[in-house]
């Protein structure tokens, strides 16, 4: 893979990846990153490719407008935490803390996104471990043990002895999606699957999950451009 510029305003960045299996010149736009990738076929030329790009620029444009930009996680920024939307602010004294529409974080302003980002998983994790439990108990079933991690790809996983792991940044998300979450990868340690069975039992531990599942499908990738390492 390498990487070139889309000349412009502002300028794109484009990963190239060469593909033995791709047919055709194709390019796909990450919601969680914004990140560009052209695909193309193992002997057409870059310059191809490149024109390629050109072409479909107003489409590239168009569709990381509408992702948003990323926003760093710094004094005077906004995220949503719990769902509601947070200013975080300097705080005194040695904890972050919350009032009314703020999240207050001590400390050097260069540090304020990574040390938010340790107590909100702190957070995550209490609230995930107890939501687990709870929905553990209703489906008669125990799990091994919970890990967080920064996933891409999914907001949840259950592996086949009982181990649970989930993305910390749910906590950003509204409780009820953190609860279908894990409601659903607890459902997983009776249903290895996603079957009928599977989904029935979702909705006897939890209850109806259509709304935080559709919301997580239309609102989810935006969680991700939150950056707390800025």
Known sequence: MSDVILEGDPPISLILRRSARAKRISLRISQLDGRVTL????RVPEAEAISFAREKETWIRGHLDA?????AVAPGAELPIGGQLHRVVAGSGRRVSFAPGEVRVP????RTGRRLEGHLKQIARARLADASDHYAERLGRSYDRI??????SRWGS????GRLMYSWRLILAPPEVLDYVAAHEVAHLAEMNHSAAFWDGVRRIHG????????LR????????Y???I
């Open 107 to 110: 400390g050097a302003a260069a």
């Open 158 to 161: 259950c592996s086949s002895d």
């Open 39 to 42: 695909t193309l076929p193992k």
């Open 227 to 229: 950056r707390f390492n």
């Open 218 to 225: 239309q609102h989810g990738a935006d969680l991700h451009r």
């Open 208 to 215: 109806e999950y259509a709304a935080p599942r559709r919301w």
């Open 147 to 152: 890990t967080l991690r920064d996933t891409r």
């Open 67 to 71: 992702r948003g930009s990323d926003v």
